[in-house]
């Protein structure tokens, strides 16, 4: 007897057909939102920057600076006197400095258009930085000793180079990634002498331009120091010298003579020096006197305290001269001037000569003032303020202030009765 087969029904195929309708549209779904993440401008961006990085070809380029030498070291030995000059020889040498990175670099005009108003973001805290560290570490009150031992000009121009070379890979480095727009570091570069931006602005910009600079500076130096003696020069002397500091230091110095890195013959030299240093005010400088009658008050204004006069008086204490190394008298009068310099920097740091000045100045100035300002009242008195503190018009009167609010720099003593 013969076994009936089932029929098939449609119905046993639906579940299957259900679950390929379903797969087809999850494949649909997950194709769709794939295509849109990789046509996003940002993701293509992304994945081309991790692939590839920024391709650069440098290029070889001469840095121009455009600084014309002999106005630059004149700016440079009295940067209190031309400030604004300065300000501008900064902004014009970072400039260059700027465009040179860019011509190496081998950038579009485009990016080249973009460096000045990029630079001129951060020109206002940079001018200030130069400034104040220049500043602080060139003495520009000595400039006639400087001019004596031949230094004054070279001086100016190593502490420049030291200053900028402080600030110039920050700002370079940091204008070329945002004209770049590197984000994650990436930079593949090819082509002659390939260094990254700090590099090329140090190596190949500010160290020449400081080599030519101090070749000028030698033979500015050298006829400064020539002609200062020589000249007749007579002015008036308005000077209140209200400290003086004396103090005695050595300085022990070996001068070898050496072939191939091995010393064949030394000089010994030792010299201790006295040092005298008178520090006060320059009363030609914003000196005034003045009177607020509605508080019986008689201001005496006086300039910042700076040093009136050093004088430096050198001994020979030890002098062991090598059978074959002789003695330099570069290098004598270097040593010299640094050791008057050492002198100068203890006085202000250590000693606090400035301070000293403007505690000496009250006392000596009610001294001399004193009985003028007591015949003018019983109720009045003498104040005395220096020039570089913020000080209310005498005309207008003055808000009662505590004594930690009054000024460091001022003060204010009552007249005997």
Known sequence: MATQQPDASPSSDAPNLGRQVLFLALISIVGVLLFRLLTSDNVVTDVL?????????YVPADFKPYLDEETTLQILSA???????????VYH?????LYHVANRMNLDDSLK??????YRKHHDYLKDLYFNDFVSLKDTTASLYEQWYRDNSNQAVRIFREVAGKYTCFFVTHIIATLLKVSDGQLMAKGRKVDNPCGIAINEALIPMAERLQTKATIRDFSASRGMLRDKVRQGIAELATYELRSRMGLDKTLSYKIFGISLSQTDIRIEAMSVIKAGFKLDQNFDVTLNPRRGIVYVT?????ILSHEVY?????????????????EVNRNLNELRRQFREEAIENDRILDRARERADSVLQLLLGPLVKSMG?????EVRFRDTHMPSPEQPEAPASPAQKPPATRQRFVPQ
């Open 302 to 306: 006086l300039p910042p305290p700076t």
């Open 378 to 382: 019983k109720n009045y008195r003498l």
């Open 49 to 57: 920057k991790k692939a590839q990085g920024i391709q650069l070809t």
């Open 79 to 89: 940067p209190e006197k031309y400030r604004k000059e300065f300000d501008d020889l």
């Open 113 to 118: 258009r973009r460096l000045e108003p990029e």
């Open 314 to 330: 050198p001994r020979m204490d030890k002098l062991d001269v090598g059978f074959l190394a002789g003695i330099n008298e570069e």
């Open 93 to 97: 040498f970072n400039l260059s400095l």
